[in-house]
């Protein structure tokens, strides 16, 4: 029942967290090109928005609505980036390694959309955009002539014929690109091997227009990638317990109880690489428990418990496409005592009740290994830790092994 009330108090906090708006200066253009200055709530958009919320003071009560068939696009000026409304048909069916084990039908969308702008003032301009199933699409049109939209088209797909079964790849967007840059033979042969991403796209028009105007220096929309990522986090731990070594006779024979710890705390990830940034140092830091009571020789019975705070660091893996991101992680972590709830020892044989464990061990040190996903800006995962305890002996050991289901949600 805990448990269950604890799952519950994470799921209303994260919800609640998700509602909470990010107002940032930015300007609208209207369809009849005027421009309206105020801030939108950015939500550093996992899927690109069908409307924006818009205020033209952060005074104002109520926020206006606009979706892309009612403006002409919006500029943030944090971070820098523009978006152009835009109607397009494009294929969105999901690509992610989740579906690309059966056969599914297509699902074709032909509406407005804003796309961001990657980079203009060339020959030709590069967009993207970003479907409800976190699928990224490129496209571009001649400077000029928004009419000549097009989709660089991409298809990975499972399939089933009489020839196999097997996972489908379509790379047309090289042969595309080939034709649309067939006046430069240097450019051409970089197009025919480049990749679907953004930062290799988006090179490849830089230097196509290097190729064309040589003097000319484009106009470009730099990715933003946060290096680093906070978030908060909130999860349950099952603690067992294990006494060796002969300060700890008379615990000898005891059978030690189990207990369950809450897990409250915050994180901060560091991103590592340029790209794909799928390393990345994980670090923590929360509230935890430890408690237990025996029965062992002579009769005496043991109380034990503890609370710390935690510091963890971990190197974390994810995998970088698709809705849900599986990840694992595995280091260490340094934990140290804030309060002592209990630590008695009671022998009736001999009339004595003093301390079970004499001047515990104030540092702890564990390891950390663990797996889960994440889905959006929300994470599950469950780990394995084993710490060396509250024993201060070098030839004693109180270990305390640890089950911990975490939830977390990342701003």
């Not at 490129?138 to 989709?151: A, F, N, V």
């Amino acid at each position: 029942m805990r448990i269950i009330l604890l799952f519950q108090a994470i799921l209303f906090f994260a919800s609640d967290l998700s509602a909470q708006r990010n107002y940032v200066p930015a300007v609208i253009t209207t369809l009849q090109g005027d421009s309206l200055r105020g801030f939108v709530d950015y939500r550093n958009w996992n899927t690109y928005p069908s409307e924006i919320r818009f205020k033209r003071s952060l005074a104002d009560v109520n926020d206006q609505h606009f979706g892309p068939g009612e403006i002409k696009g919006f500029r943030l000026a944090e971070p820098d980036a523009t978006y152009i409304s835009y109607q397009i048909k494009m294929d969105i069916t999901r690509q992610d390694a989740q579906v690309l084990d059966r056969v599914i039908e297509r699902e074709i969308q032909d509406t407005l959309v804003f796309l961001k702008v990657l980079t203009t003032t060339g020959n030709y301009n590069l967009y993207t955009y970003k479907d409800k199933h976190v699928r990224d699409h490129y496209l571009y049109d001649i400077s000029g002539k928004p009419e000549t939209m097009t989709e660089l088209e991409y298809v990975k797909a499972y399939v089933s014929n009489s020839a196999g079964n097997g996972i489908f790849e379509n790379k047309a967007y090289q042969k595309q690109l080939i034709e649309l840059f067939k006046d430069c033979s240097s450019i051409t042969k970089q197009a025919s091997h480049v990749s679907y991403s953004e930062i290799d796209l988006l090179n490849l028009f830089l230097a196509y227009d290097d190729c064309k105007h040589p003097s000319d220096k484009p106009f470009v929309k730099k990715k933003e990638i946060n290096r680093f990522v906070f978030g908060v986090m909130a999860g349950f731990s099952a603690n067992s317990y294990n006494f060796t070594g002969e300060s700890y006779s008379s615990f000898k024979g005891a059978t030690y109880s189990s207990s369950s710890s809450p897990l409250i705390g915050g994180f901060m990830d560091i991103l590592l690489g340029r790209k794909r940034r799928v390393f990345a140092l994980h670090n923590e830091l929360f509230y935890k428990e430890v408690k237990t009571s025996a029965n062992g020789n002579e009769g005496a019975t043991f109380k034990i418990g503890f609370s710390y705070l935690q510091l963890s660091t971990m190197i974390r893996y994810t995998y970088p496409k698709g809705i849900i991101r599986p990840f694992v992680n595995a280091g260490i972590a340094n934990s140290f005592v804030i309060s002592t709830k209990d630590n008695i020892r009671n022998r009736p044989s001999l009339g004595i009740t003093d301390e079970a464990i004499e001047e515990p061990r104030k540092h702890e040190q564990s390891i950390l290994a663990g797996a889960g996903v994440f889905v959006y800006r929300f994470s599950i995962e469950g780990r394995y830790a084993t710490s060396n305890g509250f024993s201060p002996y070098a030839t004693n050991s109180t270990k305390v092994n640890s089950i911990q289901l975490i939830a977390g949600y990342r701003f």
